[in-house]
Nanobody, 121 residues
Framework: QVQLVESGGGAVQAGGSLRLSCAAS??????LGWFRQAPGKGREFVAF????????HYTDSVKGRFTISADNAKNTVILEMNNLEPEDTAVYYC????????????????WGQGTQVTVSS
């Protein structure tokens, strides 16, 4: 089973940028995704990337601001977040699935511990 460790969260002002990393051991054949959970809300899909780097898919609210990419040499998936908004404040989780083209959290079998992202106005 793939092991996931996130890093790179922090606090920024609106309009700022952050870069999240997910170190994924044994990720071959898995699609990796990012989810987020704000206080009092359910876990929300953010983006996914196929294990070969394709395809990628984003939730509408982050399109044009967030970019997901994979560095297979380092077994790392990156989420570049630009023009951050207070609504992006949440704990961000990296997750892995053997499935394909799914945005449902229940379809992802492995999860990281999460990293906090806080955006102030």
């Amino acid at each position: 089973q793939v092991q996931l460790v996130e890093s790179g969260g922090g606090a920024v002002q609106a309009g700022g940028s952050l870069r999240l990393s997910c170190a994924a051991s044994g990720r071959s054949g898995y699609m990796l995704g990012w989810f987020r959970q704000a206080p009092g809300k359910g876990r929300e899909f953010v983006a996914f990337i196929g294990w070969s780097g394709f395809p990628t898919h984003y939730t509408d609210s982050v399109k044009g601001r967030f970019t997901i990419s994979a560095d297979n040499a380092k077994n790392t998936v990156i989420l570049e977040m630009n023009n951050l908004e207070p609504e992006d404040t949440a704990v961000y989780y990296c997750a892995a699935t053997r499935g394909s083209w799914t945005t449902r959290a229940v379809d992802f079998s492995s999860w990281g511990q999460g990293t906090q992202v806080t955006v102030s106005s």
